[in-house]
C-alpha cells in the first residue's frame, strides 16, 4: 500500500506563488509516476502536471510557464512550484501516483490541499 501526504496549500494573492509538496511512503517501486491534478468547486478534475521517475514531465496547458513539477526519488517526494498565481488556479490539488511496475498500474491518491487565490 501506498500513502501520499500533500501539504503547502494555503492562501495566496494573485501574482503570488506557492509549492506544494507531496511525500509518498510504503511499497513503492522504482517506475512510476508522479503527478498533481486539482479540482475546482463545480468542475471536473483535471491534470495540472506530471513527472516521470525518469524525469520526463508534462503540464497542462494552463499551467505551462507558470508552474514547475519537480521530483526527488531519494525522498520519493513530487513538488509543484506555482508561480504568477491567478484567481482561476484556486482549487483543491491532490497528489497522485501511478505504479507502472504492475499491469494494470496502480494508482494512488492523496487527501488534496486546497489553494485559493484571492485578493
Known amino acids: 500500500q501506498v500513502q501520499l501526504v500533500e501539504s503547502g496549500g494555503g492562501l495566496v494573492q494573485p501574482g503570488g506563488s506557492l509549492r506544494l509538496s507531496c511525500a509518498a511512503s510504503g511499497s513503492i517501486f522504482r517506475f512510476n509516476a508522479m503527478g498533481w491534478y486539482r479540482q475546482a468547486p463545480g468542475k471536473q478534475r483535471e491534470l495540472v502536471a506530471i513527472i516521470t521517475s525518469g524525469g520526463s514531465t508534462n503540464y497542462a496547458d494552463s499551467a505551462k510557464g507558470r508552474f514547475t513539477i519537480s521530483r526527488d526519488n531519494a525522498k520519493n517526494t513530487v513538488y509543484l512550484q506555482m508561480n504568477s498565481l491567478k484567481p482561476e488556479d484556486t482549487a483543491v490539488y491532490c497528489c497522485?501516483?501511478?505504479?507502472?511496475?504492475?499491469?494494470?498500474?496502480?494508482?494512488?491518491w492523496g487527501q488534496g490541499t486546497q489553494v485559493t487565490v484571492s485578493s
Open positions: 497522485n501516483l501511478v505504479d507502472t511496475t504492475y499491469f494494470p498500474p496502480r494508482e494512488y
